[in-house]
């Protein structure tokens, strides 16, 4: 018998574990998974962006879904204790753009071992490729787990951080949503957010590996502007992908018509691009048109370019009259991609949707329909931008979790 079983190795998992430990409770922290963190290993492409630099306010700025719910969880575990927490363990931070921090080293092992270290030394049991079938509730109560194999560990509190539905292979198959609705709590359907899009316009496939930098990308929803952010991007063999556009996803929501509109130059406005181009026409004013935009334009983007202005690309640029240059110019201030859905949601760099926030009491995660059952991370319905917010949101709400606060205790 424990006091408390965790379910889930991922951040919020081995953060409630952790806590739940650091009080004296003789926990069990169970994966299904051969080692912890799976997820965690893929972040921030190998590195991990694991929190952000920000003030406390800005973090929830950038939660897109179910800020509130999430006030005392970010005001308990902030972002500064998470550099706090990781420096305790060992582990150097670095900031780099826009806040995000990353360990120093550059990798996401890192961050790994020293959560692995929290657990060590609270004496957290951890039991791997161990998956959990069932919750097992006792009168209205949670009295632990079943595990795949039928054996039945029982305990005082169950943590469920089972993680999302993207990237299954990972670990994250959705496994705590089954578990939470058929103990009676409302599942908002899941859907993927930072997410790369998919369009059919042709030019798609020619432009495939393609990553464009310093873009404005604009998204329109039923043709009004909606969100515009500058950044990077990449072409992808069905759509498009990269940080801007895996941001602007979060605000494609279904049933509704999109398209984005690539701003290939955005630090020049229309009149300042126009002289630009009246000077490159210049300098190759004897070459055709197809030859006079290798100052501008990635080569590959360049007949794609062309085909959208609609000007005869065997034109010589000296030629091309006023007209066609402002065409030209819009083409390379708006170039416009029909966005026909989000991408599989396997792909998703987060699950939107997940356990209702109504069902869960913010500041202990307790579940309000089963006591001594708590909830944390991606497994809730919440999610973030990019930029270290989820594994922000993962942290805090474990370290709440982990503090096994409980309605029953307050009354
Ligand atoms: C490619 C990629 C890059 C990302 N980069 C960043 C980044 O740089 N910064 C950032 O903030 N966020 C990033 N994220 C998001 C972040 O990884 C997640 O939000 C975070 O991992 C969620 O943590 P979690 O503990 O809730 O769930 P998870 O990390 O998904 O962990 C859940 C765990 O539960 C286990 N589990 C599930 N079901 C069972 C079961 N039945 N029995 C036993 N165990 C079970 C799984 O094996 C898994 O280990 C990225 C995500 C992806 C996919």
Known sequence: MYKVVVIGGGPAGMMAAGKAASQGNDVVLLDKNEKLGKKLFI??????????????????????TNKKFLYSAFYSFTNMDTIAFFNQMGLKEKVERGGRVFPASDKSSDVIKAMERYLAHNNVKVMLNTGVKDLLIKDGKAAGVILDNGEELLAD??????????????????D???????TGHSIK?????LIPLVSEDPFIK???GLSLRNIKATLFESGKKKRDLFGEMIFTHFGISGPVILSLSSYVKEGKKYFVEIDLKPALDIKTLDRRLQRDFEKYSNKQFKNSLDDLLPQRLIPVVIKMSGIDEQKRANQISKEERLELASVLKGLKITVKSKADIKLGIVTSGGIETKDIDPSTMESKKISGLYFAGEVIDVDAMTGGFNLQIAFSTGYIAGLLESREDKK
């Open 189 to 193: 359907k899941a859907h993927g957010a």
């Open 206 to 208: 020619e432009l495939q």
């Open 157 to 174: 509190k169950v943590i469920l951080a089972t993680g999302g539905v993207t990237y299954p292979q990972t670990g994250s198959t959705g």
């Open 176 to 182: 705590g949503l089954d578990f939470a609705k058929k």
């Open 43 to 64: 972040t921030g492409k190998g590195r991990c962006n694991f929190t952000n630099d920000c003030d406390v306010e800005e973090l929830f700025e950038n939660v897109i």
